[in-house]
C-alpha cells in the first residue's frame, strides 16, 4: 500500500483516527493535507509527517471552508487523488433529551461534512480516474446504542450516502468505501476517563466492549483506511468494513 506521489486529504486529522491515518500516509509516500478545526492540531499533526504536508483550518460544515480546503489543496499539490472522510463528533443523549441545536450540530458536521467534502472534491478525484473516498462511519451505525442518537443516526447516514454516492460515481472512476470502527482509545475517551469518578471502572466497561476485550488503537483503524484506499482494494465498491474487535457481533 504505497501511494507516493499521491495527495490525500484527511478530515479531522488533528487528533485520533484522523491523525493516525495522516501520519500513515505519509510515511507510505503520499502529500497528505492535515484538516481540522483546530488549527494548532492540525499544524501538530502535520509537522509530525514525514512527507510533504499541509495544515488547513477547516469547519466542514461550511461550504466556503470546504471549497477553500480544496483550491488550497490543488494549488499545493496540483490534484486530488484520496478524499478520507472521517471528522466527526457526538453528544449524549436521546431524541428526548438532545437539545434541537446539538443534534443539528451533530448532523451538520458528521453528516453534511461528508457531503460538502465530497461533492467539492469530485471533481477533481475524477480527474485521476482512480480517485477513492473513504468516510468514517461507526459500528454503532449497524447496532445502536443506548443516549447516543444523534451520533448513532449521523453514522447510519454516512454508511447509506457511502452506497448512494459508490453507485453514483464509480463510473467516473472513484471509488467509495467506508470504515465502521468500534470504541478506540481516543482523546475523546482518554478525556472522559480523566473526568470520572471510577476511572478504572470506565476502563474495564470500555475494555468489556469487545469480545476482544480492549480498545481499538487509531493506527488499526488507519491501516483499514489505508487498505481501502489502496489499489489492494481495487473491487471493494460501497462496502463498509467494520473493525471493531467483535463488539457488533455480540
Given at each position: 500500500?504505497?501511494?507516493?506521489g499521491?495527495?490525500a486529504i484527511?478530515?479531522g486529522?488533528?487528533s485520533?483516527i484522523?491523525?493516525?491515518?495522516a501520519?500513515l500516509?505519509?510515511e507510505?509516500?503520499?502529500?497528505?493535507?492535515?484538516?481540522?478545526?483546530?488549527?494548532d492540531?492540525a499544524?501538530?499533526?502535520?509537522?509530525?509527517a514525514?512527507n510533504a504536508?499541509?495544515?488547513v483550518?477547516?469547519?466542514?460544515s461550511?461550504?466556503s471552508d470546504?471549497?477553500?480546503l480544496?483550491?488550497?489543496?490543488?494549488d499545493?499539490f496540483?490534484?486530488?487523488?484520496?478524499?478520507?472522510?472521517?471528522?466527526?463528533f457526538?453528544f449524549?443523549?436521546?431524541v428526548?433529551?438532545i437539545e434541537e441545536d446539538?443534534?443539528?450540530?451533530?448532523?451538520?458536521?458528521?453528516?453534511?461534512?461528508?457531503?460538502?467534502?465530497?461533492k467539492y472534491?469530485?471533481?477533481?478525484l475524477?480527474?485521476t480516474?482512480?480517485?477513492r473516498i473513504?468516510?468514517?462511519s461507526?459500528?454503532?451505525?449497524?447496532?445502536?446504542?443506548?443516549?447516543?442518537?444523534?451520533?448513532?443516526a449521523s453514522?447510519g447516514a454516512?454508511s447509506?450516502?457511502?452506497?448512494?454516492?459508490?453507485l453514483d460515481?464509480?463510473g467516473q472512476?472513484v471509488?467509495?468505501?467506508?470504515?465502521?470502527p468500534g470504541t478506540?482509545?481516543?482523546p475523546?475517551f482518554?478525556?472522559?476517563?480523566?473526568?470520572?469518578?471510577?476511572?478504572?471502572?470506565l476502563?474495564?466497561?470500555?475494555?468489556?466492549?469487545?469480545?476482544?476485550?480492549?480498545?481499538?488503537?487509531?493506527?488499526?483503524?488507519?491501516?483499514a483506511?489505508?487498505?481501502?484506499?489502496?489499489?489492494?482494494s481495487?473491487?471493494?465498491?460501497?462496502?463498509t468494513?467494520?473493525?471493531?474487535?467483535?463488539t457488533?457481533i455480540?
Amino acid at each position: 500500500m504505497n501511494f507516493t506521489g499521491q495527495t490525500a486529504i484527511v478530515t479531522g486529522a488533528g487528533s485520533g483516527i484522523g491523525k493516525a491515518a495522516a501520519l500513515l500516509f505519509s510515511e507510505r509516500g503520499a502529500n497528505v493535507v492535515c484538516a481540522d478545526l483546530d488549527a494548532d492540531a492540525a499544524a501538530d499533526t502535520a509537522a509530525e509527517a514525514k512527507n510533504a504536508t499541509l495544515a488547513v483550518q477547516v469547519d466542514i460544515s461550511s461550504s466556503s471552508d470546504v471549497q477553500r480546503l480544496i483550491s488550497e489543496t490543488v494549488d499545493s499539490f496540483g490534484g486530488i487523488d484520496i478524499l478520507i472522510n472521517n471528522a466527526g463528533f457526538g453528544f449524549a443523549g436521546t431524541v428526548e433529551t438532545i437539545e434541537e441545536d446539538d443534534w443539528d450540530r451533530v448532523m451538520s458536521v458528521n453528516v453534511k461534512g461528508v457531503y460538502l467534502c465530497s461533492k467539492y472534491a469530485l471533481p477533481e478525484l475524477a480527474k485521476t480516474g482512480n480517485g477513492r473516498i473513504v468516510n468514517t462511519s461507526s459500528y454503532t451505525a449497524a447496532v445502536g446504542i443506548t443516549d447516543r442518537a444523534a451520533y448513532v443516526a449521523s453514522k447510519g447516514a454516512v454508511s447509506a450516502l457511502t452506497r448512494a454516492m459508490a453507485l453514483d460515481h464509480i463510473g467516473q472512476g472513484v471509488r467509495i468505501n467506508a470504515v465502521a470502527p468500534g470504541t478506540i482509545d481516543s482523546p475523546y475517551f482518554a478525556k472522559m476517563i480523566a473526568n470520572s469518578d471510577d476511572p478504572d471502572g470506565l476502563v474495564a466497561s470500555l475494555n468489556g466492549r469487545a469480545p476482544l476485550g480492549r480498545m481499538g488503537q487509531a493506527p488499526e483503524i488507519a491501516e483499514a483506511i489505508a487498505w481501502l484506499a489502496s489499489d489492494a482494494s481495487s473491487f471493494a465498491v460501497g462496502t463498509t468494513l467494520t473493525v471493531d474487535g467483535g463488539t457488533s457481533i455480540w
